[in-house]
């Protein structure tokens, strides 16, 4: 499904995952936006995990096993990128996760055909 959507708020979700084989834990990043669908006007909670240049530096690093203070800097570069309010995007959203009116949209930019 593409959305036409209107960004109310952006923000980084840090999340940790256990490595299946060492049970170590791991740092897990995402883009959280809230949006208002610009067709319907319903309101949503998607998430991204690409789509920015640093969410991919980011797993870069993970796989380099980077410093916390090295992540912590893309992170807060990523921050300062984010959509700003009132933005308008276009995206496909691939999943639906949750429960009842606790739904989140697991999206990804659209891709332009030529």
């Known amino acids: 499904m593409n959305m036409n959507a209107i960004v109310l708020n952006a923000d980084v979700l840090e999340s940790t995952f256990y490595d299946q084989m060492t049970g170590a ?13 610009g067709d319907t006007f319903e309101k949503y909670e998607c998430q991204f995990s690409g789509g920015f240049a640093e969410l991919e530096e980011l797993k870069q690093l993970r796989q380099m ?38 739904l989140t949209l697991v999206c990804r930019f659209a891709q332009v055909t030529a």
Do not use: W, Y
Not at 25 to 37: A, N, Y
Not at 66 to 95: G, H, I, S, W, Y
């Open 65 to 102: 096993n980077a410093t916390p203070e090295q992540c912590d800097e893309v992170v807060n570069r990523l921050r300062a990128n984010l959509p700003a309010t009132m933005t308008t995007l276009n995206f496909d959203v691939v999943k639906i996760k949750g429960k009842g009116s606790f």
């Open 25 to 37: 834990p791991r740092q897990g990043h995402s883009v959280k936006l809230t949006v208002i669908d």
